[in-house]
């Protein structure tokens, strides 16, 4: 292995890590907002997140993994969002 390089066997810190599957997330999520499901390929989903297919293979097996990780996320956000209207409590950032 190049020092220096990345690629294959290089290792990033857990922070790291979590940023990029975080990014994923995010891109995916957008992605499939926007144009659906099936319009969108694991590529593109790398791409929008500033990654490499090899980083998406790292976090998920698959897009159907992917999109499940989403629709998760995406619930306890919407249940964190009910949760301050009924209670009153201010907003906070929600990812």
Known sequence: MHRGRK??????????????RDELLNAASRLFRERGFDKVGIAE????????????STHFESKEALCAEVMRASRGAAARRWTQLRTGAPPSRLV
């Not at 690629?7 to 990029?20: F, L, M, N």
């Open 45 to 56: 989903i790398a791409a929008a997140a500033g990654l490499t297919h090899g980083a998406f």
């Open 7 to 20: 690629g294959r066997g290089t290792k990033v810190s857990k922070e790291t890590s979590a940023k990029h």
